[in-house]
Structure formats: C-alpha cells, structure tokens
C-alpha cells in the first residue's frame, strides 16, 4: 500500500481485514482487543468530538499517559483533521508541563489517571489557551474522555471532506525533547517525516502480518510512536503491557513476534538469569555456567565450526531455550535503541537464539537513521548498524554525525534560531554525536563514539569521551550504573558506580560478608577491592590519560522518578554532578 498519511494505514487495514484484532489492553485482569474497524469508529468520534470543541487544522492539544487504547484513539482521531498532538511524559516536572503547554498553547489536554491530572489541573488558570481537560480514567469532578464522545455522532461527510484536506506536508506532531540542560525543545514532525521513517524500516525488518507484538515503552517518545504506526503498516496485533512490573507475565501470555526495549531492560533480564543460575547447585550449576561459557565464545555473523555447533545445540536445549520461554517462546527478534548495550549480553542472547538488533536514531530525526539487520552478516556489534534505506550520514570535520533524508524534522517549534543551528543550508541535520564508520562483511556501519557536548578536557589537554569508558566499564557484571566525571582543572578522570546489587549480594554471601543494606554493604573493604579489580581490568582498554583513577560506590541507583535519568535512561549528567559534588569533590582531594 502507498501512505502519505500516518492515519492511511488505518485506513488500508479497515478495507482489507476490518474484523481482525488490532489493539489490546488489559481492562479489569482481561484482555480486551480492538479491530481496526472499531479503532476505526472511536477515532471518528473522537475527530468530530474535537470539532465540535471548535478545534481546527494547526491547533494544538496535549497527550499525557501510559500506554492505553485511548492514547491511539485520540492521536488518531487528532490526525484526521489536521489537529497537532503533543506528547508528554507522565513523570515530567510541573515546571515543564507549564512551559510546554505555554509554548505550544496547548487548548485542550488529555490525561490518563489522577496523579497526571492533579499536576495539570492548575495550569488550567495559568495558560491562556487552556480551555479543559479530558481525563481517561473516572476521576471525581474531571471531565470522562469515554462519556465526552459516547453521544457524539460522526458527519462521516464532512469528516472525509476535512480528512482529504490532510497532506504529508502537515504537521502530525510536536514532540519535546527532554533535555539533559536547559528548556525542552519542541521537534515539529509533518506525516511525511515519520511515514518515511516507517516505510524504510518496513524494508529491512522482517514484520509477519497478523503476528502478535507487545509494547511498553513510552508511545510519547518518537521511537516507539513510530513502531506503533509500522506495526499498523503490517497489520500487527499490538498489545499494550499493564506497567513494568508485568512484562514478564504478560511475555507468556501474548507469546509476541517482537517487542522493542531499551538496554537497561534486557540488562535487568540477564542480572535476573544469572542470579538464577547462581542459585543452583551440583551438575545444574555447572551446566548453566557451561552453557554461558559457549554462549561467550559466539561470534556473530562468522561461520561455526562443527565441534562449536554441538555444543552451541546442546547449550540451547538444555540452558538457552529457557531463555527463549521466558520472553513467551515466539520471539524472534528484539529491537532497542536510545542507548549502547554491552556486546557481551548481545553476544549471549543471540548465542541463545534471541536476535537483538542495536539502531540509533533521534526525536529530529522521526527517529530511526541506522539499524543492525536480522541477517547475521549484516550485523555488527558495538555498532548501531548501517543506514536504512533513504537516509544519507557522513561525518562533519570535528566527526559530527550528519544526516539527510525525508525522515529529518520540520525543525524546533518557535525556534529559528537553533534550527538553523541544527539543520544546515544544504539541509544536512546536525546530530551532536560524534561517529565513526567500522567495515565488516562488505558492510560500512556506524559506531557511535560519543556525545559532542560530553566531552571535556582534563587539566592536562587530553579529551576525554566518557560514554566510551562508561559502556566498557558497564561490561563488568558488578557494575550497574557509571558515570565518568572530570574537568580542565583536573588532573585525572574519576567515576561515580552503581553496584550490581543482585549480583554483588550473591558474591557477598559466598565471601560471608555481613550486612544490612546496600550503605553497609558498599562500605566493606572487600567489595571497594573487587570493584578495583574490575576497574582495573577494564582500564586496559584505554590510554593512561583515559583510565579511571579514583571512584566513589552509591547505594541507590539512579531512576526516571528521583531526576537522575531522562525517560529514555539517560544519565542526567549535570543533575548527577550537582546532586553529588561533595562526594565528587572528595576524590580529587
């Protein structure tokens, strides 16, 4: 089929298979599915209910709640008659909802439960455009969204005259960076922006139609708003996950094709998988770490030789495809984005039979610019893949990833200035990471070496890329979370370190340490001395001006909720900085 529109593939699905499930959600411990018809029809009623609050082409309403149906509803339902949907994350500050909504002069807002309402409600007399909010769930004295369009009827005439006046030119959406420093920045994407996006990944991602998906990542973020939208493209059945504490049960319940994460996701995964293993006893034991041996030695995308194949094949009867089980025993591949994962965990997994494709792209950019293939020769660890078709990447002298495509945004909202500062006059967008290309197989892929704005000098001259000490270090399965830090005025790099507990707990017990809880824990000698060890270890990867000297250990990990992460898991690095400067401070005394 040929969409202009996102709401085109709505529109193809109802034609061709309009009684197939095509949305499901959990309502009262039940799964309750959608078919396109039906998405189709509280779509229109949400369209015509928006014109009948007087909303018209180029207006503006925000979207802010977890994943839901409704979501879907009123998204769609917005597109059809040209209104411009602004996401929002449900964990932002009350502080950036106000600016946001002054910004893009947000007239109505859609919320989905009360604690999102309650941060809303007061911007009610604060924003001038701000006329009401609609609220999914039933809360006391807030208008229901489901009672606002059930007696809505839908002019299906005037509805297609309004739906025909949509180009691909038209602004679909304006989505808010969140921003590590500074205001969020509101990225305009028209419908051409991302149905090129989906129409490029379409390509080289081997979707079944009519398989079964499950999502739970943020629809807000670009990225997964535009899987959604691909999975519409191949009529995928998409289901949505109650929260982060049921992926797991809701994993072998849907049984899903695929599902897109992020790196700290599967590294939860693989911390619970090891605690497992080193739960066992005996011949089980030994076993599992046999298993986890052959599964290391996997090389990717590079023929095996027949001894290795046998074990790889018992490996995976007996240890792997438990491994498989747990993710519902239909998965065939992974996708995550937004971050570096370990090699050694994309190793094993697909050493297991779980394909995870690493890609790379931005918000600017509707997101997707480069993704790992399914084919293992086209494949290439601790890189982000090559480009997807219709997008261009080269590099700027500094070695600036640039890129060029229809899939690049209109630019920032109410910004001309720092658009122009991002797109340049040959209309090359400018990333701030910084790349370089790795040739393997035949194939160029781009390897991500760092953010342009995160590296620094130390007091002697030399740059320091901290991302790239930091996913080496995060190799060592008893560190969790790092954070390099230095400056001009010192002389040596430091790190701030999140232990592992899961595994530094079981390491702890078999060393017959005693302690509390993870302060106590972190303060004994022992584990200061094996967290050296690994620091060591790791250090050897790098030149001396680069290697980490001295690091501080935290009993807490850093989250979304406490500000310490972007949505997207991102350490906040000036937030962490501030929040820690005396602790960071005693390292260079």
Same mark, same amino acid.
């Given at each position: 089929m040929e969409a202009a529109r996102l709401f085109d593939y709505l529109n193809y699905y109802v034609e061709k298979r309009p009684n197939s499930p095509f949305i499901a959600a959990k309502e009262k411990n039940q799964w309750r599915h959608y078919s396109f018809l039906e998405v189709q029809n509280i779509a229109n009623k949400v369209s015509q209910f928006l014109l009948q609050l007087g909303l018209k082409s180029g207006d503006t309403i925000a979207l802010i709640s977890t994943n839901r149906p409704e979501w879907n509803f009123v998204d769609l339902g917005?597109?059809?008659?040209?209104?411009?949907?602004?996401?929002?994350?449900?964990?932002?500050?009350?502080?950036?909802?106000?600016?946001?909504?002054?910004?893009?002069?947000?007239?109505?807002?859609?919320?989905?439960?009360?604690?999102?309402?309650?941060?809303?409600?007061?911007?009610?007399?604060?924003?001038s455009a701000l006329k009401d909010i609609y609220t999914f769930e039933k809360i006391e004295q807030a208008q229901e969204f489901q009672s606002a369009i059930a007696a809505t009827v839908v002019d299906e005439g005037q509805l297609n005259i309004i739906k025909n006046t949509i180009k691909e030119d038209d602004l679909a959406t304006i989505i808010?960076?969140?921003?590590?420093?500074?205001?969020?920045?509101?990225?305009?994407?028209?419908?051409?922006?991302?149905?090129?996006?989906?129409k490029s990944i379409k390509e080289i991602v081997p979707f079944g139609e009519g398989e079964k998906a499950l999502s739970f990542l943020p629809l807000c973020h670009s990225f997964e708003r535009m899987v959604f939208f691909g999975y519409l493209s191949f009529g995928i059945h998409v289901h949505y996950s109650e929260s982060l504490e049921t992926i797991g049960e809701n994993l072998l319940d849907v049984k899903p094709f695929c599902f897109t994460t992020v790196p700290r996701m599967l590294e939860k995964v693989?911390?619970?998988?090891?605690?497992?293993?080193?739960?066992?006893t005996g011949i089980k034991k030994k076993l599992f770490f046999w298993a986890m041996d052959v599964g290391a030695q996997y090389k990717i995308g590079e023929k095996k030789n027949w001894w290795y194949q046998q074990q790889l094949n018992l490996a995976r009867k007996l240890i792997f495809s438990k491994w498989k089980e747990a993710l519902g025993g239909n998965v065939q591949f992974i996708i995550t984005g937004a971050a570096a994962m370990q090699p050694r965990l994309i190793t094993l997994f697909t050493a297991a039979g779980i394909q995870v494709l690493e890609g790379y792209g931005l918000t600017e950019t509707s997101p997707v610019l480069c993704c790992n293939r399914v084919e293992e020769t086209e494949r290439c660890?601790?890189?982000?893949?090559?480009?997807?078709?219709?997008?261009?990447?080269?590099?700027?002298?500094?070695?600036?990833?640039?890129?060029?495509g229809d899939n690049i945004m209109r630019g920032y909202y109410n910004q001309p200035e720092l658009t122009a500062e991002a797109i340049d006059k040959e209309g090359w967008f400018h990333t701030g990471d910084i790349g370089t290309w790795i040739s393997q197989n035949g194939h160029q892929f781009l390897k991500i070496t760092d953010r342009k704005k995160e590296l620094?000098?130390?007091?002697?001259?030399?740059?320091?890329?901290?991302?790239?000490?930091?996913?080496?270090?995060?190799?060592?399965?008893?560190?969790?979370?790092?954070?390099?830090?230095?400056?001009?005025?010192?002389?040596?790099?430091?790190?701030?370190?999140?232990? =592992? *507990?899961?595994?530094?707990? %079981?390491?702890?017990? $078999?060393? +017959?340490? =005693? *302690?509390?809880?993870?302060? %106590?824990?972190?303060? $004994?000698? +022992?584990?200061?001395?094996?967290?050296?060890? %690994?620091?060591?270890?790791?250090?050897?990867?790098?030149?001396?001006w680069e290697q980490i000297k001295k690091f501080a250990l935290l009993p807490e990990e850093w989250t979304v909720e406490n500000g310490e992460l972007t949505p997207t898991m991102k350490p906040k690095r000036k937030i962490i900085n501030e929040r820690y400067k005396a602790i960071i401070n005693s390292m260079y005394q």
């Open positions: 917005a597109q059809q008659i040209g209104v411009i949907v602004v996401p929002m994350y449900p964990t932002i500050s009350e502080k950036d909802y106000e600016y946001i909504f002054n910004d893009a002069a947000i007239k109505y807002a859609f919320v989905g439960d009360k604690s999102i309402y309650q941060k809303v409600k007061p911007l009610l007399g604060k924003v808010y960076t969140s921003g590590t420093t500074g205001n969020p920045k509101g990225v305009m994407l028209s419908h051409k922006n991302i149905v090129s996006n989906i693989y911390d619970k998988i090891i605690a497992k293993g080193n739960a066992l660890i601790g890189t982000v893949g090559m480009p997807i078709p219709g997008v261009q990447i080269k590099f700027a002298e500094d070695g600036e990833i640039l890129a060029k620094f000098k130390t007091a002697g001259g030399k740059y320091i890329a901290p991302q790239v000490i930091e996913n080496k270090m995060k190799e060592s399965p008893f560190i969790e979370q790092i954070m390099v830090v230095g400056d001009d005025e010192k002389k040596f790099i430091a790190a701030l370190v999140v232990p =592992s *507990f899961m595994q530094l707990d %079981e390491w702890a017990k $078999q060393h +017959q340490l =005693s *302690f509390k809880n993870n302060l %106590e824990l972190i303060q $004994q000698e +022992q584990v200061n001395q094996l967290i050296q060890q %690994e620091i060591k270890k790791y250090n050897t990867f790098f030149g001396n």
